[in-house]
């Protein structure tokens, strides 16, 4: 069963005669996990605000399914220190019951924290926090602008952990932009490598030896993403029976050891 | 009724009911000024207050008004000249904000067959409060409570975070002009109260002074109103004991007030 949420067609955005996104072409399934990676400047965040409606598509068009809730995970959440706010102040802005609100924060881990000041949380938790806030929307379409930032390694591997268990438990879309190309590698079903253009899109294991990827972003990092993305198909039983010959790379047990 | 109009007879009376009333406003804005960092903006607002008084002058409408639309055509074309990103906006604000006092002044000194006290509307002239001024103080805070009553969601929800909001249907660019018409409105009420070169002090000291004991942002307003209440009796208590000017009686007390409060409590809490 495959639903659009969103179909954008020859999305194209420009500021001043300089575009930055470029004829882009996507379709998000309910269900999909798709992630942006590219270089900075490649135009990554500007894709997302022309999916939220918050930056105009200068050419080609961007339609929401009817009716589409979005959950936006934005990438920091700097308050001012004059304002005064706790975590269930902020969940509560939502306009959803403390007990929705109690319960998305259960979800993403952070419930102990409802009486906490959100100027005393942590990074993580802070992305924690904004993830049980778009949660509490009930989105059809979860997009998370470098949802990691800030988050440091171990988090950040629980944090994808969690958000593909969203995709499961909700059953809805998640785009995200993110940097952090080991983890997405491991974390997502597509990735579209973005620089201005779609450069190449497709699923982890192929795309990394795709040429225009390799163009992107350097032989080694695609080489080292490559070894990764197998390592961790293997330890994670995904393909079980698919034992990777070869790969007696010396940073096979270092590996292991960071990622469990 | 009698009682009442016994004390709206009584200058003293006046000028303390017509305090609170701009007391009552100034402390929910005041949070916002803080919040957002527009302190900067209300200066420049409250600036241009003195061109909006000699447009009235010029054309014969009441004062406030003039203030008013002033101060809504000034805030736009802010707006505008910030959008365009030509300039740093503290750079904007000066411009603006010392542009629009000179313009006021100079076109003042072309009237000279109005009389009216300077002073009085740079410093305040809470004891000359009339029963008009009352009125306007009143229908003023009215109107702006019931927007913020309405608005009060969103309006935090972009002070937060502006793209969160707008993501989540938050109307931000229609309810940063209502913000900007709010301020418009509480300059042209409490020049009267301090004078257009100490507004910004009524707004944001009490709100300052109130964020160092409250918890979260319903508290922080309730507590500035109270604080802003307590700067217009203790400044008025002072003016009249003491013969000092009100209105700047009323921010050395609001500032008292603030060195009080951030030199006994221990620490803020959330």
Redesign the interface.
């Known amino acids: 069963m495959s639903e659009a949420l969103a179909t954008l067609q020859q999305l194209t955005v420009a500021f001043d005669e300089r575009v930055v996104v470029d004829r882009v072409d996507l379709v998000i399934q309910r269900g999909d996990i798709i992630t942006v990676i590219g270089p900075n400047g490649a135009g990554k965040t500007t894709l997302i605000k022309a999916i939220l409606g918050i930056q105009k598509p200068t050419k080609g068009s961007m339609a929401l399914q009817t009716g589409l809730t979005i959950g936006y995970v934005p990438q920091h959440l700097t308050l001012e220190p004059t304002l005064p706010l706790s975590v269930r102040g902020f969940m509560l802005l939502s306009g959803q019951s403390l007990n929705v609100c109690r319960d998305c924060l259960g979800k993403t881990g952070v419930d102990h924290l409802i009486n906490a000041s959100v100027h005393h949380l942590s990074g993580g938790e802070k992305q924690r926090l904004l993830l049980a806030r778009a949660l509490a929307r009930k989105p059809d379409l979860l997009v998370l602008d470098e949802p990691a930032q800030g988050v440091d390694i171990n988090g950040q591997a629980a944090l994808y952990d969690l958000i593909r268990n969203l995709r499961d438990e909700l059953n809805c879309g998640v785009l995200m932009v993110s940097h952090d190309l080991h983890l997405v590698m491991a974390a997502t079903d597509k990735v579209i490598c973005l620089n201005q253009h779609i450069c190449c899109s497709g699923y982890p294991a192929d795309i990394s030896h795709d040429p225009a990827f390799i163009d992107t972003f350097g032989r080694p990092v695609a080489e080292s993403l490559a070894v990764y993305h197998h390592h961790h198909n293997h330890s994670h039983d995904l393909h079980g029976d698919v034992v990777v010959k070869g790969q007696g790379h010396p940073d096979h047990g270092s590996c292991d050891h960071a990622h469990h | 009724m009698l009682i009442i109009d016994a004390i709206l007879n009584d200058f003293f009376w006046r000028a303390l009911i017509g305090g609170l009333g701009v007391a009552l406003v100034a402390g929910p804005l005041g949070c916002f000024v803080?919040?957002?960092?527009m302190a900067y903006f209300g200066d420049t607002l409250a600036h241009s207050a003195l061109l909006g008084i000699a447009l009235s002058f010029l054309i014969s409408v009441p004062m406030n008004l003039g203030v008013i639309v002033t101060c809504v055509v000034l805030s736009v074309v802010l707006v505008m000249f910030q959008r365009s990103r030509a300039l740093a906006t503290d750079t904007l604000l000066g411009i603006l904000a010392h542009s629009a006092l000179a313009i006021g002044l100079v076109a003042l000194s072309f009237m000279p067959d109005i009389r009216f006290d300077l002073t009085g509307l740079l410093f305040g002239d809470l004891l000359a409060m009339s029963r008009t001024d009352l009125l306007w103080i009143y229908g003023g805070a009215a109107i702006i409570l019931a927007l913020l009553a309405v608005f009060w969601?969103g309006l935090?929800?972009s002070?937060?975070?502006e793209?969160?909001a707008?993501?989540?249907g938050v109307q931000v660019e229609r309810l940063r002009l209502i913000l900007m018409l709010m301020f418009s409105i509480v300059i042209a009420v409490a020049m009267k109260i301090v004078g257009v070169l100490l507004i910004t002090a009524l707004l944001i000291i009490p709100a300052?002074t109130a964020?160092r004991l409250?918890?979260?942002?319903e508290?922080?307003v309730g507590l500035a109103i109270g604080f802003g209440c307590l700067a217009i009796t203790g400044g008025l208590s002072m003016s009249w004991f003491l013969d000092t000017p009100a209105g700047p009686s009323v921010v050395v007390t609001a500032f008292c007030a603030f060195l009080l409060v951030y030199g006994s409590a221990r620490r803020?809490?959330?």
Request: no cysteine.
């Open positions: 803080v919040w957002r960092r969601r935090l929800m002070t937060i975070h793209e969160l707008k993501v989540e300052a964020r409250a918890g979260n942002p508290q922080m803020a809490p959330a």
